[in-house]
C-alpha cells in the first residue's frame, strides 16, 4: 500500500502528464468534429510542455535569477526556453489548423469528418 | 572578405531562404515572387555544393550559431552525409521552382502566388534546417518549420479540388503527433543526460548502459520521425496529401520532405543512440525490416490499382520508402550505402515523375489514367521522360534505380538473408507492372476522339528532362553518388557503437 502511494505521490507530475497525454491524444484521433480534434491536438501538446517544465525543478532551487551568493541552488531555465520555442510552433499550428478548418467548412459546408467523407466518396464515384 | 564569407557558408544555407520568404511574401506580386525565389534557390544550391565540395575529404564543418560554443550553443554541423542531403535538397528546389511558375500560374490562384513562393522558401529553409543541424531540439523547430509550410503548400491545391484541404488537415494533425511524439523523447533523453548537442547526446550516452527511460526515448523519437516519414502502416496521409497538392509541390515534397526525414532518423540512430544497447539492433531488426518488406509489396499492389497518375507515384513513394528502411535495418556498410544512394536516385526519378504528372494536368486537365489514353501521341517528350523515369523507378540497368538495388541486394546477401534479397528483386516485378500500366495507357491506347493536346511549355520540360537525365547519367556513371554514400555509410558507422559488440 505504501509502495503504491509512493509510486503515485513520488511522480505525481509524470502522472498528471501522462493522463492528460491520453486525453488529448485520445480526443484528436476519436472525436469527428475538427475544431475538437485541434483542441486535443493542444492537450497533448501541452502535456508536454507540462512534462518539460516539471523536470526543469530543482529541490530546493529558486528561480533562475542571479542572486550572487554562492549556496543559492537554481532551478534549470533551459526546459523553460525550450518550451517557449515549442509553445510557439504549438500556436503556430493552431493557427494554421483552424484556417484551415474555415477553408474547409467554405468548400464542404461541414467541420464533422463523416460528413465530409461522405461528401467526398459521392465525388469520388461521379469523377 | 571572401574566407570571412566561406566561414558563414553554414548558416548563409538557412539564413538566405529565410529572409527572402518575407520578401517575397510582402513585394513578390506579379511574378517578382518567382523570380526572387527562383534566385535564391540557385544561391542556396552554389552554397550547398560549395560545403559539399569541402567536406568532401571526410572533414567535418562546426559552425557555433553566435560564437557559442556547443554543448551551450547550438551548433550547424556539416558532413559528407549532411552535405549531400544539402545538396539534394537545394538542387531539387531550384529545378522545381523552374518548373512550378507555368505548373502553379495554372493550379494556384494569381492573388496567392506571392504567398505560395514564400511559403516554398520557408518550406526549404526547413528541410535545409534539419539536415545541418548538430542539435536536436534545433531540428524539432525546423521539423516543424518545413511540415507547417508544407501543410500549406498542399493545401494550396484546393483551388483544383477542395479535397487538398482535408489531406492537409490530416497530415496536419498527424504531422502534429509525430513532431510531439520526437520532442517527447527527446525530453526523455534530456532527462537521462541534460543535453541535447548531438554530438554531446552521443558522448554521454555511450556507455550509459541501458533503462526503461532511455528506452521510452528511443521509442518515441523513432515513431516520431516514422510518422514523418511515412513508415508503413504509420503512411495514411501520404497518399492524399501528395494526390491533391499542386503538381509542383508534389514533385517537390516527394523529392525532399520524406528524404530528409530518413536522413534525421539515420542522425539519430547512429549519431545520438550509436547501438549502444541490443533493444535498438533489435527494434530494427524486429519491426522495422519486416514493416518495410511489408510496405514495400501492399504499397506497389495498391499502385497497381490505382485510377489516378498522381495516386499511384504517391503510393509508389511509400514502396520506396521500404526499401531505405531495410537499408537501414540491415545494419551494414552496404546497407546504409543503400539507403543513401537510394536517397538521391529516388529523388530524381520520383521528382521527374511527378513532374510528368503535372504536365499532363496542365494540358489534360486530368491525371486520372483511363483520361490519359493515347498522351504520348500529343505529348511525345513528357511520355518519354516518363517511360525512362519509370524504368529507373522499376531498376532497370543503366538508371539509378538499379545502382540502388544492386547495393541493396548485395547488402542483405552478405549477410545471407537471402529471402530479404529475393523479395527486393520480386517487388521490382509489381513496380514493372504499375510503369507499364501506365505506359500501355498512355502509348498504345487511342486518343480519344478529337481531343489534342500540345506538348508542355520548354519551362516544364527542361526540369522534367534535367531529373530525367540525372536519373540516366548517375545510372551509367555512379562514381560521384556512390563515393558520397560508401563515405556517408562510413561516418555513420564510425559515430555508432554497433561493431564495438
Not at chain 1, 74 to 81: A, F, G, K, M, R
Amino acid at each position: 500500500m505504501d509502495a503504491a502511494f509512493a509510486l503515485i505521490a513520488g511522480h505525481a507530475n509524470y502522472w498528471l502528464v501522462v493522463i492528460l497525454m491520453m486525453i488529448g491524444l485520445y480526443v484528436a484521433i476519436a472525436r469527428g468534429n475538427l475544431v475538437k480534434k485541434i483542441v486535443g491536438l493542444n492537450l497533448f501538446q501541452t502535456s508536454v510542455f507540462m512534462l518539460y517544465i516539471s523536470m526543469g525543478k530543482v529541490e530546493g532551487g529558486t528561480a533562475p535569477i542571479l542572486t550572487g551568493l554562492p549556496a543559492t541552488v537554481y532551478s534549470n531555465p533551459l526546459p523553460h526556453v525550450l518550451i517557449l520555442t515549442a509553445i510557439v510552433v504549438g500556436i503556430s499550428t493552431t493557427a494554421l489548423a483552424l484556417a484551415l478548418v474555415v477553408r474547409i467548412r467554405e468548400a464542404y459546408g461541414t467541420i464533422e469528418e463523416d460528413e465530409i467523407l461522405e461528401i467526398e466518396r459521392d465525388v469520388g464515384s461521379k469523377s | 572578405m571572401l574566407q570571412a564569407l566561406l566561414h558563414q557558408l553554414p548558416v548563409l544555407q538557412i539564413v538566405l531562404p529565410l529572409v527572402a520568404a518575407p520578401i517575397v511574401a510582402a513585394f513578390g506580386g506579379n511574378g517578382r515572387g518567382w523570380m526572387i525565389a527562383f534566385a535564391t534557390s540557385l544561391i542556396a544550391f552554389a552554397v550547398a555544393a560549395t560545403l559539399f565540395a569541402e567536406v568532401l575529404d571526410g572533414s567535418v564543418i562546426s559552425y557555433h550559431l553566435g560564437g557559442w560554443a556547443p554543448p551551450i550553443g547550438i551548433e550547424y554541423r556539416v558532413d559528407i552525409l549532411n552535405a549531400f542531403v544539402l545538396v539534394i535538397v537545394s538542387g531539387v528546389s531550384a529545378i522545381c521552382l523552374l518548373y512550378a511558375r507555368a505548373s502553379i500560374a495554372a493550379e494556384v490562384e494569381e492573388k496567392n502566388h506571392a504567398f505560395f513562393y514564400a511559403t516554398f522558401l520557408l518550406c526549404m529553409t526547413g528541410l535545409l534546417g534539419v539536415t545541418i543541424t548538430g542539435d536536436a531540439f534545433n531540428l524539432f523547430v525546423f521539423l516543424e518549420i518545413s511540415s507547417l509550410s508544407g501543410y500549406a503548400l498542399i493545401s494550396a491545391g484546393a483551388k483544383r479540388d477542395r479535397r487538398a484541404l482535408t489531406a492537409a488537415y490530416n497530415y496536419l494533425v498527424m504531422g502534429t503527433i509525430g513532431a510531439t511524439f520526437f520532442v517527447i523523447g527527446l525530453g526523455l533523453l534530456y532527462m537521462l543526460t541534460g543535453t541535447l548537442n548531438m554530438a554531446d547526446l552521443a558522448a554521454r550516452l555511450t556507455g550509459y548502459g541501458d533503462s526503461r527511460t532511455l528506452r521510452m526515448g528511443f521509442a518515441f523519437i523513432f515513431v516520431g520521425i516514422a510518422l514523418k516519414l511515412a513508415m508503413f502502416p504509420l503512411h495514411l496521409w501520404l497518399p492524399n496529401a501528395y494526390t491533391f497538392a499542386p503538381s509542383a509541390v508534389s514533385s517537390f515534397l516527394s523529392a525532399t520532405a520524406t528524404k530528409v526525414a530518413v536522413y534525421a532518423l539515420l542522425r539519430i540512430l547512429f549519431t545520438v543512440f550509436g547501438f549502444d544497447s541490443a533493444f535498438e539492433a533489435n527494434v530494427l531488426r524486429l519491426i522495422v525490416l519486416p514493416l518495410a518488406i511489408v510496405a514495400i509489396f501492399v504499397a506497389s499492389f495498391v499502385a497497381i490499382f490505382a485510377e489516378d497518375l498522381k495516386r499511384m507515384l504517391a503510393w509508389s513513394s511509400i514502396a520506396q520508402i521500404g526499401y531505405m528502411l531495410i537499408g537501414i535495418a540491415l545494419l551494414s556498410h552496404e546497407g546504409l550505402m543503400a539507403t543513401v544512394i537510394h536517397l538521391f536516385n529516388h529523388a530524381v526519378a520520383k521528382a521527374a515523375l511527378f513532374m510528368v504528372a503535372g504536365a499532363f494536368m496542365l494540358r489534360a486537365g486530368t491525371t486520372s489514367i483511363p483520361d490519359l489514353r493515347g498522351i504520348a501521341r500529343d505529348m511525345p517528350w513528357t511520355s518519354a521522360a516518363f517511360v525512362l523515369a519509370g524504368l529507373s523507378l522499376v531498376g532497370v540497368p543503366l538508371t539509378v534505380g538499379f545502382i540502388s538495388k544492386w547495393y541493396l541486394v548485395q547488402a542483405a546477401l552478405t549477410q545471407n538473408l537471402w529471402p530479404v534479397a529475393l523479395l527486393v528483386v520480386l517487388s521490382s516485378l509489381l513496380t514493372l507492372t504499375y510503369v507499364w500500366r501506365i505506359t500501355e495507357t498512355i502509348y498504345m491506347r487511342e486518343a480519344p476522339a478529337g481531343v489534342r493536346r500540345s506538348e508542355a511549355p520548354l519551362s516544364m520540360l527542361i526540369p522534367t528532362w534535367i531529373f530525367t537525365g540525372l536519373s540516366l547519367y548517375f545510372g551509367i556513371d555512379a562514381g560521384l553518388t556512390s563515393m558520397a554514400a560508401s563515405r556517408a555509410a562510413n561516418a555513420l558507422l564510425g559515430a555508432s557503437n554497433l561493431f564495438w559488440q
